[in-house]
C-alpha cells in the first residue's frame, strides 16, 4: 500500500520569501516521487522528480525537492517566491509491483501575496 | 510538438445524457490514464491502460467507460449511471517500463451538467 500526505492544504508567502510545500509518503516499495504544478482551469506540469539518483532533486522555476527516506518526506522549495508561482501543487508517489500505482496526494494551493 | 491533446475544454450535459470527452497523444505510450479531480480532493483514478485492447478499473470507475482501440487514443465515456459527473477530467499517458514514470498530462476537460 502507498500513501501521500500533503500537510498544507494552502500556503501563503510574500513575493520574494521563501517557500516550503510539505509532502509525507508511505510505500511498501522504493518509490518514485514527482511534485507537479497546475494552473486553473490547466492540466498537470512536471516541477521535478526522484527516481532512486541524487536525493536533492532541482526542478524547473528555481524549485528544488529533498528526498529524506529516514523521514518519509519529500518537501518542495524555492528561495524566493515569484507571484507567478501561484498556483496548486502536487506531490505524487509511483511504485511498480506488477503494475505501475500511481497516488496523488490532495493538493497544496500556493498564494504569493505582493 | 509531443503531447496529449484531450477536447472539448468545456463540455455540457443534460442529466440522462452520456457523453465522451477524447484523449489522444502523440508520444507513443503505452500507458494511458484518466483522472477526475475535485476541490480538495487532489486526482482520483477512473480507469488505465497499459497495452492497446486492455484497461483496468481504477478507484472511481462507476458510471464511467473506456476503450482503447488504438494507442494513440483513450477515450471516456461518462454514462448516465455516474450520478455526480460534473468535475475537471484529467487524462495522462506515461511508459510502462522502467522506475522514471512520470505522465504527461492534457489539458482537461471541463464538464458541467445542467
Known amino acids: 500500500a502507498q500513501s501521500v500526505t500533503q500537510l498544507d492544504s494552502h500556503v501563503s508567502v510574500s513575493e520574494g520569501t521563501p517557500v516550503l510545500l510539505r509532502c509525507n509518503y508511505s510505500?511498501?516499495?522504493?518509490?518514485?516521487l514527482f511534485w507537479y504544478v497546475q494552473h486553473p482551469n490547466k492540466g498537470l506540469q512536471l516541477l521535478l522528480k526522484?527516481?532512486?539518483?541524487?536525493?536533492l532533486v532541482k526542478g524547473i522555476n528555481g524549485f528544488e525537492a529533498e528526498f529524506k527516506k529516514s523521514e518519509t518526506s519529500f518537501h518542495l522549495t524555492k528561495p524566493s517566491a515569484h507571484m507567478s508561482d501561484a498556483a496548486e501543487y502536487f506531490c505524487?508517489?509511483?511504485?511498480?509491483?506488477?503494475?505501475?500505482?500511481?497516488?496523488f496526494g490532495t493538493g497544496t494551493k500556493l498564494q504569493v501575496i505582493p | 510538438d509531443g503531447g496529449i491533446t484531450q477536447s472539448p475544454k468545456y463540455l455540457f450535459r443534460k442529466e440522462g445524457q452520456n457523453v465522451t470527452l477524447s484523449c489522444e497523444q502523440n508520444?507513443?505510450?503505452?500507458?494511458m490514464y484518466w483522472y477526475r479531480q475535485d476541490p480538495g480532493q487532489g486526482l482520483r483514478l477512473i480507469y488505465y491502460?497499459?497495452?492497446?485492447?486492455?484497461?483496468q478499473k481504477g478507484d472511481i470507475a462507476e458510471g464511467y467507460s473506456v476503450s482503447r482501440e488504438k494507442k494513440e487514443s483513450f477515450p471516456l465515456t461518462v454514462t448516465s449511471a455516474q450520478k455526480n459527473p460534473t468535475a475537471f477530467y484529467l487524462c495522462?499517458?506515461?511508459?510502462?517500463?522502467?522506475?522514471?514514470?512520470?505522465?504527461?498530462f492534457g489539458q482537461g476537460t471541463r464538464l458541467t451538467v445542467v
Open positions: 495522462a499517458s506515461s511508459i510502462v517500463s522502467g522506475r522514471n514514470t512520470e505522465a504527461f
Open positions: 510505500s511498501s516499495y522504493s518509490p518514485s
Open positions: 526522484y527516481t532512486s539518483a541524487a536525493t
Open positions: 505524487v508517489v509511483s511504485v511498480r509491483s506488477g503494475y505501475q500505482k500511481v497516488t
Open positions: 508520444l507513443n505510450h503505452d500507458a
Open positions: 491502460s497499459q497495452i492497446v485492447n486492455d484497461f
